[in-house]
């Protein structure tokens, strides 16, 4: 069963033009949701952690949120070089076997 | 400070073959994960590794094995090569807070 869910699949922006990433998760008794930044043929890139309900993190152009069920990844204005595959992570069982969202490929054109 | 490191970048292997994938984690990280990632797929959980133990492991067949050395440092060991093990193989290490630290991944070709 899908605990991590992300949409968009893909998204093309222009330069500047602000969007929003969804990430649902259906596990309980969450203990962190995770965004990772991936660029192509390398390792995610570690962005931000979330840990309640409410809670918002902010990094440059990124921000993201959380809320009960689910957690968006907001790019503002952003730039060529936003572009990546951004990942969210929950750890359903605890730590050690993170499930990863199958990430939403953002292109950012000038 | 260094980062997670992973050795050898690409490796090319033909079927029934062995690989051995290697990666160092960051000073001081005690845990080890090692996770695939097959083209066009997300990242699947391999193994867990923490003080030399191995925690957890995904849902994959008892060829993909590997362990944890008394530096922290780990292998990853794949027999019997198969196409579609094919991948990425990404390590990434932690501290107990939660957040991976990946290296840049191994490409693992297999014909």
Known sequence: EDQVTQSPEALRLQEGESSSLNCSYTVSGLRGLFWYRQDPGKGPEFLFTLYSAGEEKEKERLKATLTKKESFLHITAPKPEDSATYLCAVPPYGWGKFQFGAGTQVVVTP | ?111
């Open chain 2, 1 to 111: 400070e260094a980062g997670v490191t992973q050795s050898p970048t690409h490796l090319i292997k033909t079927r029934g073959q062995q690989a051995t994938l290697r990666c160092s984690p960051i000073s001081g990280h005690t845990s080890v994960y090692w996770y695939q990632q097959a083209l066009g797929l997300g990242l699947q959980f391999l193994l867990w590794y923490d003080e030399g133990e191995e925690r957890n492991r995904g849902n994959f067949p008892p060829r993909f094995s590997g362990r944890q050395f008394p530096n922290y440092s780990s292998e990853l060991n794949v027999n019997a090569l198969e196409l579609e093990d094919s991948a990425l193989y990404l390590c990434a290490s932690s501290e107990d807070t939660g957040e991976l630290f990946f290296g840049e991944g191994s490409r693992l070709t297999v014909l």
